[in-house]
Every structure is written in structure tokens, then in C-alpha cells.
């Protein structure tokens, strides 16, 4: 007897039963296979979700010397501030380095996804000299600075959430930078993982300055 195809007449009942058993066990095939198609899919899904995933610095630049006394600078669109340098009096100039950001899971691969910064919020003003200085709320990284006058005037800062796919990330394991005298020209840039998130600044422009730094994870 010649092999049966799917698509021939059959001769007798016998072949009728026979076509109709060997359409079920593809049919059962096709099912069985869908099935460990999304059970797969499913494990990875659950893998994925389960997984620490860290947002850290992609692309840093530098901006030009902008004068410090009346200065205003807001990191491009979806960036954020990871350094800062100034030189000399309010009359010196000051620069500022700023990211993209990238999503890495542990294993220090690139993990695809949609990263937003959102929600830009500026603080009220401070007294730059007072020692003060500022750190961002909970879970807020800064984004821009504004200051207006000499060591005496005042200060305020932009700072702006981080979202991965919709989803807000957690920020842990801030550190603060050594302090730097002011005037001295001497860039503060984050390390490879983290963004800045505040700054204290204390007297005049011979002053010392320390930089916050944060570790951003979605867990």
C-alpha cells in the first residue's frame, strides 16, 4: 500500500480510520508543541522578572564653560547629571557632565527596554554658601542647577525620577565624594554605576564641596 497523504481520496473504511488517526497525532503534535512554546515563553517571562536589572550611565558629555554667577543649565531631554567642575570666583566658569542611561541585568549585559526620565521638580532656593546644600528626595536624581549672585546667593537644583518600562526604579547605595575646594578646576564625575544626586557646598569660593552619588536598581 503507498503512503497516505493528507491530501488523498481513501480506498476503504481501513484507510478512513487510518487517515483519521493520523490527523489526530498531528493535531496532538501541533497543540503539544504550542503548549511547550508558551510554557517557555512563560519561564523566560517569570526569569526576566525575577531578575535584578540596573539603570547606569551610557554616553557622558561635557558642556562648555558656562560663568557661574546668574548660570542655569537642565540636562538635555532623557539625561542626567553625572559630574560637575568650576573654576575661579562667581566670575569663573563652571561645566557639567551629563548620561544617557542603559539598563544592564547582572551579568553586565544590556537589557532592552524603554528609559524615561520624568517629572522634573525644582527645589526652593538655598543660601550656596551655608553648608547646607541639598539632596534629592527619595528615589530622585539631579537633572539641573541654577544659581543666581556670588558665594552668598542662592541656589536651587532640578531633580527628575527614572522610569524602565513604565516602572519607577529604586535608588540605594548612595556615597558621598571626598570634599574638593571649590575654585580648584577638580571635576567630581560619578563612578561607572552611579548619578549625582546632591551637593553641599561650605563658604566661599575657597570653600569645600562634596558630591552624593546613587546606585539605581529595579528589582
Request: glycine share 8%.
Amino acid at each position: 500500500m503507498g503512503a497516505l497523504h493528507a491530501g488523498s481520496e481513501p480506498s476503504s473504511p481501513f484507510e478512513v480510520n487510518k487517515k483519521a488517526k493520523y490527523l489526530s497525532g498531528v493535531c496532538a503534535f501541533q497543540v503539544f508543541f504550542i503548549y511547550l512554546q508558551n510554557k517557555l515563553l512563560t519561564i523566560n517571562f517569570y526569569k526576566a522578572m525575577s531578575q535584578t536589572i540596573f539603570i547606569g550611565p551610557q554616553t557622558r558629555k561635557r558642556t562648555d564653560g558656562i560663568k557661574e554667577k546668574n548660570s542655569y543649565f537642565l540636562c538635555p531631554s532623557n539625561t542626567v547629571l553625572t559630574g560637575r567642575c568650576h573654576s575661579g570666583d562667581e566670575n569663573g566658569k563652571t561645566w557639567y557632565e551629563y548620561s544617557t542611561l542603559a539598563a544592564f541585568d547582572e551579568n553586565n549585559s544590556v537589557v532592552q527596554g524603554n528609559i524615561i526620565v520624568d517629572d522634573i521638580q525644582w527645589s526652593p532656593w538655598l543660601k550656596e554658601s551655608s553648608g547646607n546644600g541639598y539632596d534629592a528626595v527619595e528615589n530622585r536624581v539631579l537633572v539641573g542647577r541654577q544659581h543666581n549672585g556670588d558665594e552668598n546667593g542662592q541656589t536651587r537644583y532640578a531633580t527628575a525620577i527614572i522610569k524602565f518600562n513604565g516602572k519607577e526604579v529604586t535608588l540605594v547605595n548612595q556615597i558621598t565624594s571626598d570634599s574638593i575646594k571649590e575654585s580648584r578646576n577638580i571635576w567630581n564625575s560619578s563612578d561607572a554605576n552611579r548619578f549625582m544626586t546632591g551637593r553641599h557646598h561650605s563658604g566661599d569660593v575657597n570653600g569645600l564641596a562634596t558630591y552624593c552619588q546613587g546606585y539605581i536598581v529595579i528589582s
